[in-house]
């Protein structure tokens, strides 16, 4: 069972209409491919909607919470695993460990802050795991147009940009991660 650790919000967006199915779907898609999910451990908005898709549907969940996040974001009861951490970075170095590839959905700047850390570690070799944007909606075209042009004015390598796999569609990007793992 291959381990997919998908940083999302901890809230839900009224903006993006197709959001909440999409996160449901991808939770259907993580069980059908036999994947076990690995998040932030909250049972509250996109991250909740999440794990209990997967849950409902019989998949295997574990969540990794600071624990300066319990009283706040409130783990879910049914996780087939929780693990209680001191710190946001111990959180992210869990995630990174437990993780064979890495999702990005919509979030803000917790999720950012995720997967800039998860990217950069790939850019240097810490790891070599797959990295993938759900760009449901087009929610990242900014974030990926600020990029390019940090990598047209030399701050960022031709080859960094190419690391993440890009699709709005989580079939295809979720069969694209497997394949690289």
Same mark, same amino acid.
Request: hydrophobic share 40%; aromatic share 6%.
């Given at each position: ?9 901890? $809230? ?5 209409? =197709?959001?909440? &199915? $999409? ?10 491919? !036999? ?17 209990? $898709? ?18 706040? &974001?409130?783990?879910? !009861?049914?996780?087939? &695993? ?8 111990? =959180?992210? %170095?869990?995630?990174? &460990? ?10 803000? #700047?917790?999720? #950012?802050?995720?997967? @800039? ?9 810490? @790891? ?14 900014? #974030? @990926? ?5 940090? $990598?047209?004015?030399? @701050? ?10 890009? !699709?709005?569609?989580?079939?295809? %990007? #979720? ?7």
């Amino acid at each position: 069972m291959k381990s997919i650790c998908v940083y999302l919000g901890s $809230s839900l967006s009224s903006k993006h209409s =197709r959001l909440t &199915e $999409s996160i449901i779907t991808l939770g259907h898609q993580l069980v059908t491919h !036999n994947c076990r999910l690995i998040y932030g451990g909250s049972s509250q908005g996109l991250m909740g909607l999440l794990a209990q $898709s997967v849950i409902d549907k019989g998949g295997k969940v574990t969540g990794v919470i600071p624990t300066c996040l319990i009283q706040q &974001e409130i783990p879910p !009861n049914n996780l087939n &695993e929780l693990i209680i951490v001191n710190s946001m970075q111990e =959180r992210k %170095l869990r995630l990174q &460990e437990q993780a064979d590839a890495f999702l990005v959905v919509p979030g803000g #700047l917790g999720t #950012l802050e995720e997967v @800039f850390d998860t990217w950069n570690a790939i850019k240097l070799g810490i @790891f070599n795991k797959p990295l993938g944007f759900l760009n449901i909606d087009g929610y990242y075209d900014g #974030l @990926f147009s600020f990029i390019k042009n940090c $990598s047209d004015t030399g @701050f960022v390598k031709k080859t960094h940009l190419d690391i993440p796999i890009i !699709n709005a569609n989580s079939q295809i %990007l #979720l069969t694209e991660l497997l394949k690289s793992t």
